[in-house]
Structure formats: structure tokens, C-alpha cells
């Protein structure tokens, strides 16, 4: 092939947005001359190529959106050390059926069960099956919003939280929330509700909440709109962190204690 021509065809994959096909378009073409390939089975292989590129990108950058603190996926998930949880409950929310349907997940447990791996290990295939994704702690969201408020941008952020398909918030339960910050969160539960799906961690009950979120009522009219349409985990086990320092042998296992005298 002349030198012409082969700018020429890089050219019209830059025209056309071929980044991933620009780049490789000789080695491409002397490979497909060493197979020699047929016309539709060259054109097959140039076009997966471009596409796989393509998807690999987008999902690059709604990772990348989402803002997860760390990546981890299902298949690294021990689900022998919490035997509470059913796999399949688990893979079935992986299918991202209950995104399309509108539908929340709340996982609950004590610190240190997985919830915030599960999360995030969600959010990704909600990533990889092209959705739009964002993750937060509850404090960093209560922050977020107070600040939009006190700059007179609430109006505004809450319609940035209402985009995302998915809106992963961990964490729920570890720091009180003050009135304002609970008023907060249910607006932002107000304006998700039946519009996107929403997945929340929490080391307490829900019969907790109110204590969580300082006000009976709130908590109420939080959790009647998070619910409607929720699957809810409860996990139950030792914490993963304090089985690592058994085994690293920086905690010990507590003797029994003896049984008072008569």
C-alpha cells in the first residue's frame, strides 16, 4: 500500500472518530494480509476493535464519575466468611434489573461485614452495563448539600444527585445527622424517589433511624420512600478487618469468662 493511501485512510478514521482503529492501522492491514482475510471478516475485526475500544473508554469514564473509593468486584467478594448473604440475591441486583425498575437496596450489618464492598462491587456493574453511577458517604453528602444551601445552590445540586441511574450512599448511621442535614436528606430522597435507583449502607437497624436522623418523623417519611420499592440485606458476622489482625496475629481471641462464684 502506498504511503499516500495509507494517510489517506488514517485521514478518514480520524474524520470519523477511529481513534483506536488510527492507531493500529498498519498493523492491521499487514495482518490481515498474513491471514488473508476476506473483505467482510477484515471489516468484522476492525469494527469489534473500534467498538471494544470504544466501550472500554465510556466505562473508564463512568468508573472514573462515580467516584468510588476504591475497586472491587464481586468475584472477590468471601462468601464463606458471611454466609448470611445469598449469592444469588446478590447476582440477581447485579443484572441492574432493579435500576431499570426504579427499585433501592439497603444493605445493614455491624462495621467491617462487606456492605461497602458489595456497594461498590454493584456500582461497577452498574458502570459496565452503561450507567450512569455516582457513590458518597452520607456525611459527605449531608456536607454537599448544606454547602449548596447555604450558597443558595440547592436547586441546583439536587437535580445534579437526581441524574445518576444509581446513587450509591455509604455509611448511613455512623455520624448523627443534624435537623438540617435529615430535612436535607429527604429531599433528596423526595426527588429520587420512583425516579432513580438508590443503594445505602447502614451499621444500624431501621428502627434506628430515628436516633440516626435526630427526628422520628423524618426518619418515617425517609424510610416510607426508600422501602416502597427496596430490597433489603441484612448481614450478619465478624467483621473482615478483625479477622486480617487474627490472622496477622495482632489480636487475640478474648479467654471465656469465668462464671462468678455461688
Known amino acids: 500500500m502506498t504511503t499516500p493511501q495509507l494517510d489517506r485512510l488514517g485521514q478518514h478514521c480520524q474524520r470519523l472518530r477511529l481513534h483506536r482503529v488510527e492507531a493500529e492501522l498498519s498493523?492491521?492491514?499487514?495482518?490481515?494480509?498474513?491471514?488473508?482475510?476476506?473483505?467482510?471478516?477484515?471489516?468484522?475485526?476492525?469494527?469489534?476493535?473500534?467498538?471494544?475500544?470504544?466501550?472500554?473508554?465510556?466505562?473508564?469514564?463512568?468508573?472514573?464519575?462515580?467516584?468510588?473509593?476504591?475497586?472491587?468486584?464481586?468475584?472477590?467478594?468471601?462468601?464463606?466468611?458471611?454466609?448470611?448473604?445469598?449469592?444469588?440475591?446478590?447476582?440477581?441486583?447485579?443484572?441492574?434489573?432493579?435500576?431499570?425498575?426504579?427499585?433501592?437496596?439497603?444493605?445493614?450489618?455491624?462495621?467491617?461485614?462487606?456492605?461497602?464492598?458489595?456497594?461498590?462491587?454493584?456500582?461497577?456493574?452498574?458502570?459496565?452495563?452503561?450507567?450512569?453511577?455516582?457513590?458518597?458517604?452520607?456525611?459527605?453528602?449531608?456536607?454537599?448539600?448544606?454547602?449548596?444551601?447555604?450558597?443558595?445552590?440547592?436547586?441546583?445540586?439536587?437535580?445534579?444527585?437526581?441524574?445518576?441511574?444509581?446513587?450509591?450512599?455509604?455509611?448511613?448511621?455512623?455520624?448523627?445527622?443534624?435537623?438540617?442535614?435529615a430535612n436535607l436528606f429527604f429531599q433528596l430522597i423526595s426527588r429520587r424517589y420512583e425516579r432513580g435507583s438508590i443503594l445505602l449502607t447502614s451499621n444500624q437497624s431501621l428502627g434506628a433511624w430515628g436516633e440516626v436522623f435526630g427526628d422520628t418523623v423524618i426518619a418515617s417519611a425517609i424510610l416510607d420512600r426508600l422501602l416502597h420499592h427496596a430490597t433489603t440485606i441484612n448481614i450478619k458476622g465478624e467483621s473482615y478487618r478483625l479477622k486480617e489482625k487474627r490472622r496477622a496475629g495482632l489480636l487475640r481471641t478474648a479467654p471465656p469468662l469465668e462464671s462468678p462464684a455461688e
Open 27 to 181: 498493523t492491521l492491514l499487514e495482518q490481515a494480509a498474513k491471514k488473508d482475510l476476506s473483505y467482510s471478516d477484515f471489516l468484522d475485526e476492525v469494527l469489534t476493535l473500534e467498538l471494544r475500544s470504544k466501550h472500554e473508554k465510556h466505562l473508564a469514564m463512568r468508573v472514573s464519575m462515580a467516584r468510588f473509593p476504591f475497586q472491587k468486584s464481586l468475584d472477590s467478594f468471601d462468601w464463606k466468611f458471611q454466609p448470611s448473604i445469598d449469592p444469588k440475591v446478590i447476582k440477581e441486583l447485579a443484572s441492574g434489573r432493579f435500576i431499570a425498575d426504579g427499585e433501592n437496596v439497603l444493605l445493614l450489618g455491624p462495621p467491617g461485614v462487606g456492605k461497602t464492598h458489595l456497594a461498590v462491587a454493584l456500582g461497577l456493574q452498574a458502570c459496565a452495563l452503561g450507567l450512569r453511577t455516582m457513590f458518597t458517604t452520607a456525611a459527605g453528602l449531608i456536607a454537599t448539600l448544606g454547602k449548596a444551601l447555604y450558597e443558595n445552590r440547592l436547586e441546583e445540586r439536587l437535580k445534579l444527585l437526581t441524574q445518576p441511574k444509581l446513587l450509591l450512599i455509604d455509611e448511613i448511621g455512623y455520624i448523627p445527622i443534624d435537623r438540617q442535614g
